[in-house]
């Protein structure tokens, strides 16, 4: 089957329990992180589509798994963002469970892209999921985000940090320097998920 056409992903639907999803087919790959760190903004950047993910400047808004489809066999899946979100605990629990039962128990999901804000780079959350998909075999690719906020020499020295982090991981993992506003990166980005996609 051919590579994926990213700019062809369109909007399939928006689910708050994993009932609603479709069926457990294909491939899927979700993008993750916490609320900000400009997920919405790569799907967005992936996919040329400004309108796909809706770039939220309030934090904490994308509380459903939301799901785009590539083609017949393979899909994005924006996750809920974590952190930060102004809602009442219940709430987050209760999101937080349906994104636990999600990565848990998708069996078409492939892999994991989890977007960092690439001046706080992983915080806690973000080294819970790093530690808890590689205990459970998951790969992941991590996107240091925004990385034209930084001058080049700070970018670096962040991007060998979070290396030297990472290697100390199962080598599921992975790990480049992204920017959603300039678009640096996406053909790399492209290319690790193609890989992922290859049926
Ligand atoms: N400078 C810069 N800003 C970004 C980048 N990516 C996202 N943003 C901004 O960060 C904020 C949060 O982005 P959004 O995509 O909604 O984050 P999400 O909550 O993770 O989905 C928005 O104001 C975006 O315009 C980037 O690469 N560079
Ligand atoms: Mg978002």
Not at 108 to 121: A, N, S, T
């Amino acid at each position: 089957m051919a590579n994926p056409q990213y700019q062809k992903a369109t909007f399939l639907l928006s689910a708050s329990q994993l009932s609603q999803l479709p069926a457990d087919m294909g491939i899927e790959i979700a993008f993750v992180g916490r609320s900000n760190a400009g997920k919405s903004s790569v799907l967005n950047q992936l996919t040329q589509n400004k309108k796909l993910a809706r770039v939220s400047k309030t934090p904490g808004r994308t509380q459903h798994i939301n799901i785009f489809v590539l083609d017949a066999k393979r899909r994005l899946v924006d996750l809920p963002g974590y952190g930060y979100a102004k809602v009442s605990a219940e709430v987050k629990a209760a999101w937080q469970k349906t994104l636990e039962q999600y990565l848990r128990e998708r069996k078409c999901l492939k892999g994991l892209i989890l977007v960092m804000d690439i001046r706080h780079p992983l915080t806690e959350f973000d080294r819970h999921m790093l530690e808890w998909a590689t205990d459970s075999g998951l790969t992941v690719h991590v996107l240091l985000n925004k990385s034209d906020k930084l001058k080049f020499g700070a970018m670096k020295k962040t991007e060998l940090e979070v290396n030297a982090y990472i290697r100390e991981l199962p080598n599921t993992v992975t790990c480049q320097v992204f920017s959603a506003l300039k678009g640096d990166g996406t053909q790399a980005l492209r290319e690790l998920l193609d890989a992922w996609y290859k049926l």
